[in-house]
């Protein structure tokens, strides 16, 4: 029995008390308030539910157990935790002293189905002139960032664009939590890290996109721009790996620019903002 599968049926055991909600497909977030208090999420709106753990216990249970899958650590001295569950689903949880209700677990659904440009026209997200145009940025290596607010669809529409990538290309995907699924075969998926309880073996994006920069990648993508790897990128982007893609969260069209300037000045270099 290989170690995927040993933590697949330990996972599902420990999340039994939510596993009708991880099976239906309808229910794209599932929000954890503590052991005895369950919400979901369907077609954007949200439904309080039956659902509890037995005890927080149990509940804390089953967050140690997904953050072992991923390799990670979550207790008291780091309370936070980023993972993702054997099918891909994203998890974040925060625990006591920090979460003053209980141990907070939030569940982003994955999307078994690759959606492409093309399901967007379908679902006249859309218009086939748009898709016309995405395509053939991405075929003319135009670096493109995708924004918009939490949960309207950054990672699924970035998912979407990439399907436009040359099969032949060598992409790599870094990302905080592993959550895209490339339809190409040539796709190597990099993984952040948190470092260790002596402050080892950290490996943020930053080290992770300097360290792709070695792996002959024809397209670089980040899942999410968040601190001062924007200026690797940016660099990147305009020094030999055009075609790059990116989420970053903003409101309106003008606002990602800012947000990116932002992000470029948390790096360790000293840049002046014009």
């Given at each position: 029995?290989?170690?995927?599968?040993?933590?697949?049926?330990?996972?599902?055991?420990?999340?039994?008390?939510?596993?009708?909600?991880?099976?239906?497909?309808?229910?794209?977030?599932?929000?954890?308030?503590?052991?005895?208090?369950?919400?979901?999420?369907r077609q954007g709106r949200l439904y309080e539910t039956d659902?509890?753990?037995?005890?927080?216990?149990?509940?804390?249970?089953?967050?140690?157990?997904?953050?072992?899958?991923?390799?990670?650590?979550?207790?008291?001295?780091?309370?936070?935790?980023?993972?993702?569950?054997?099918?891909?689903?994203?998890?974040?949880?925060?625990?006591?002293?920090?979460?003053?209700?209980?141990?907070?677990?939030?569940?982003?659904?994955?999307?078994?189905?690759?959606?492409?440009?093309?399901?967007?026209?379908?679902?006249?997200?859309?218009?086939?002139?748009?898709?016309?145009f995405l395509e053939i940025c991405v075929k003319l290596r135009?670096?493109?960032?995708?924004?918009?607010?939490?949960?309207?669809?950054?990672?699924?529409?970035?998912?979407?664009?990439?399907?436009?990538?040359?099969?032949?290309?060598?992409?790599?995907?870094?990302?905080?939590?592993?959550?895209?699924?490339?339809?190409?075969?040539?796709?190597?998926?990099?993984?952040?890290?948190?470092?260790?309880?002596?402050?080892?073996?950290?490996?943020?994006?930053?080290?992770?996109?300097?360290?792709?920069?070695?792996?002959?990648?024809?397209?670089?993508?980040?899942?999410?721009?968040?601190?001062?790897?924007?200026?690797?990128?940016?660099?990147?982007?305009?020094?030999?790996?055009?075609?790059?893609?990116?989420?970053?969260?903003?409101?309106?069209?003008?606002?990602?620019?800012?947000?990116?300037?932002?992000?470029?000045?948390?790096?360790?270099?000293?840049?002046?903002?014009?």
């Amino acid at each position: 029995m290989s170690r995927e599968t040993i933590f697949e049926a330990s996972i599902e055991y420990f999340l039994s008390p939510i596993g009708e909600f991880l099976r239906d497909d309808s229910v794209t977030e599932i929000m954890v308030n503590g052991y005895n208090e369950i919400y979901v999420e369907r077609q954007g709106r949200l439904y309080e539910t039956d659902a509890s753990f037995p005890s927080e216990d149990a509940l804390l249970s089953a967050v140690h157990n997904v953050a072992q899958y991923v390799g990670r650590e979550i207790d008291r001295d780091r309370p936070v935790l980023d993972a993702r569950l054997p099918d891909g689903s994203r998890v974040h949880v925060i625990i006591p002293p920090s979460a003053r209700r209980g141990t907070y677990l939030t569940i982003r659904k994955f999307k078994r189905d690759i959606l492409g440009l093309s399901d967007f026209v379908r679902l006249d997200s859309i218009t086939e002139e748009a898709k016309e145009f995405l395509e053939i940025c991405v075929k003319l290596r135009k670096n493109i960032v995708v924004s918009g607010g939490t949960g309207t669809g950054k990672t699924t529409m970035l998912n979407a664009v990439s399907t436009a990538i040359p099969e032949e290309e060598r992409i790599v995907v870094i990302e905080d939590s592993s959550e895209l699924r490339l339809a190409q075969r040539h796709t190597l998926y990099l993984e952040a890290q948190q470092a260790d309880a002596y402050g080892h073996g950290q490996l943020t994006i930053r080290d992770l996109f300097k360290a792709s920069l070695r792996m002959r990648p024809d397209r670089i993508i980040v899942g999410e721009v968040r601190s001062g790897e924007a200026l690797d990128m940016v660099q990147s982007m305009i020094s030999g790996h055009s075609g790059s893609l990116t989420t970053v969260h903003a409101n309106s069209p003008r606002d990602p620019l800012g947000r990116i300037e932002s992000r470029v000045s948390l790096s360790s270099m000293s840049l002046p903002p014009n």
